[in-house]
């Protein structure tokens, strides 16, 4: 059995559902945390059979989005200012970031962390918007 941690009650109910859909067969635990008086924060965790560790992963990752692709330059017009961009990253006339990337966001949450710790996501490509935070 492995276990992916780590999703809130609201993420939950949506991966029972998803994983409900697929027939993929999955146990979950709650873990509360920061208990006080006024109660706690309870995630859960995932625990699924080795053999459907694979497919779970894929659907999670699809679930939040995470890309495996890295981005291509773009080529059209730009949705900000129309001016043509001809294989960029940027708009070179406004700036406008043409990024699909994986939202830094959702690269916060544990599951992304579980998936780097893991070797499970591709190579990154340096991040322009990240420099900043080092
Ligand atoms: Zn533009």
Partial sequence: MIEIPRFSASELKDIVHLFG?????????GLTTSVSRYGGVTEYILIVDKE?????IDLLMEYFVINTVPDQPFVGVCPACEARIDGLFECPECGLSMRVGTLS???????????????????EEPNPEDRFER
């Fill in 21 to 29: 859909q697929e027939g993929v067969p999955f146990h979950y635990r």
């Fill in 52 to 56: 459907d560790f694979d497919q779970c």
């Fill in 105 to 123: 966001q959702t690269k916060s949450h544990p599951f992304y962390a579980f998936l780097r710790s893991n070797g499970l996501l591709p190579q």
